[in-house]
């Protein structure tokens, strides 16, 4: 088990990426810390994991006191806190037209402003286990499609504090900061929002080449697998 006994904080967790990261991580030994929003999925998310593998904290990431309740709910239910998984975000849609001032501050502030105060918070615990930080990104986080400004922004943001604190916080505490920036991704999410604008059922298997290069989407356990070697120690001081 290549994460056998290490207890990892999964934001965003109680659907799509997240909990199919949050699942992998079980398999492979750890307990997990999972956030999100609706509790009737973490009810659910629990029954699936097992109590004795999982606990969650349902709460805004963006609110003053969340990086510190989820931090001090990862060490008082096992003690210690070896990883933080940055994956809750917005994913909205906007353009240099319509992006707002209001929404702009908002996006950056789940997708970008909180996962650093996380890091922060866990950083002291992180540095007593020679831990690590994985931020999930997105490929639009390269230039992004044109209705995608904002959130095309703040993932560019997170990508550049990844780099950051992966050259910065290794060599000061010893504690790796990787991020993944996965393509398209079949998530629970988009089966409903594509099944809300009336596309087929099975939209996803018919793909222009632009929009998907590999002639598929990905999977939510695709992104999870490549998360668990930058969650373990096989990763070592590799930054990615």
Known sequence: MRLKNKVVLI????????RAIAGHCVKEGAKVIVNGLDE???TSL????????TTHITIDITEAEA?????????STFGKLDAVVN???????????DTSMQFMKRILAINTVAPLAIIQAALPYLEKTRGNVLNIGSINAWCGEPDLLGYSMSKGALMTMSRNLGDTLFRE????????NPGWVLTER???DKKQQGMKSDWYKDLPDIFAPAQRIFS??????????LLSDECGPVRH
């Open 220 to 229: 939510p356990d695709e992104i999870a697998s490549a998360a668990i070697f």
């Open 46 to 53: 629990i029954a699936e994991l097992g109590v004795e593998n």
């Open 67 to 75: 990086p510190d309740r989820l931090v001090e709910k990862s060490i």
């Open 87 to 97: 994956n809750a975000a917005l994913i909205a849609s906007s353009n240099i037209g």
């Open 173 to 180: 505490n010893g504690v790796r900061v990787n991020q993944i």
């Open 40 to 42: 009737q999925h973490a």
């Open 190 to 192: 988009e089966i409903m």
């Open 11 to 18: 934001t965003g967790g109680y659907t799509g990426i997240g």
